[in-house]
């Protein structure tokens, strides 16, 4: 047998569920969370209250209905709205002072404020329940758009607000939470940034706490909530899309290539081993070899987006066990140039894209890391050979010697004078020396001293290494003995040019890494949905 106030709430919710046009008023009343809050809460509206159908905590959803009400996005609202509208957002933070209550309602990176006054539609026992609700609790708000006296400089949506009708709790955040997003959510100075980058954990700032990321990245579920790591991920999603987008548009085929392999992919230890029905396998370092034999299968021009893994012991602020790549291999006529004219029209669709798109999003990111400078980049490539990029470094007294690679430490420096000078953060570096290039790339008819290669950079950092690779097997396996590789262990790869071979190119980049320097971040972690370095498995 029903409670009295059990009664009272299913009569309650029937009310509602009539009252909005429901097509079951069948609410069960959702089982009280074992970890109660230490204050008492209110979920239930008064009975007696004139105002009882406009709040109080909705029972569970269990898909009872459907299409029952429109709700609106916060990014829909606008001042031609004339009639009371539904909006669910997570509760950002509340003010409630005697008859008068102020509710941030924050979805994504859009918050907008909602004013609660005891009138009519509001009751005294209405406000005291909207003081009951925690922060983080998804809510519906039903009400009407108003143009404030002044702007709400506190809020993304500044030029408008919600006067609440009504107000429900659809599911209730336990407390207290693992940490503030407010406190999380404070600008970062450069120091800040850089010293989070390198691992290095800063308490304290301007008397409020600053959580640190080991406890941000172990309640990464929530920390994504944040209005820059929203933004950021949507940012991720452009990069994506804008990428398929120009190669489809250039005659690529996407395709998907195994994970799982035998052996290693390019000939290298640091892999993740595993077992295959009791034989040994490795996840893929790269789809760079499936890529080169789709183009000898006739395919001429594919591009994969998909996971890589590198057991790579590297706890640096650029390196992840395993990121996302965006890849691409294509048949060329005559010149590894192809390829990068490729790479430079690609990358500046992504950008235009970014900026043209994805405004709120970046203005987000700056807000959040004030200190950043946007990207720059220019429509004509900025192309260096090897040989003139040491010259440069010499000269500005970095000791570069023209057949050792770059340092981390030179590729920055390259990159300040090369935005000194040229205006750009996007640029090239090609003709490597062979010795620091892998045995598959091609190496120049001219001198085998060096390769058909290349890197691009992005504020002074490597995003991809690319080049012509080799699609003569006799050449392929010379190059394979030089580099002490048992041509045994990739005999498989060498044959799939043995049957007539395009000659080809391509090149992989770190989705995560493209993100990161665009938006001028200082930590890869926080480009990433949920990291894997060699310290972090979860969650």
Sequence with gaps: MESEEAGSCVRLYANLAKENNLKSASFPKAPKPSNKPKTQVMKDPDPEDPCCQNYGDLPRVQSQTHDSRSILKLSELNEEIKEPVWVRARLHSSRIKGNLGFLILRQGYWTVQCTLLKGQQVSKQMIKY??????????????????PSEPIKSCTISGMELQIQKLHCVSRAFTPLPFQLEDANQPMTLEQAENEGKGIETEEEGGRSRVKQKVRLDNRYIDLRLPVNQALMRLSSGICQFFREFLYQNGFTEIHTPKLIAGTSEGGAEVFRTTYFERNACLAQSPQLYKQMAIMADLDRVFEIGPVFRAENSNTHRHLCEFVGLDFEMAIKEHYFEVLEVIHNLFVHIFKGLEKNYASELKAVYNHFPFIEPFQYTEKPLFFTFQEAAQILNEAGYPQDPMEDLKTEAEKL?????????????????RYPAEVRPFYTMICEDDPNWTCSFDVFMRGEEIISGAQRIHDPDLLRQRAIHKGIDVSTIKDYIDSFRFGAFPHGGAGVGLERVLMLFCGLKNIRWSSMFPRDPKRLTP
Excluded: C, L, R, W
């Design 130 to 147: 909207a003081s009951s609700i925690s922060n983080e609790s998804v809510i519906d708000v039903y009400g009407t758009v108003t143009i």
């Design 414 to 430: 390259f990159g300040k004078i090369v935005k000194e000078k040229y205006h750009t953060d996007f640029y090239v570096i090609h």
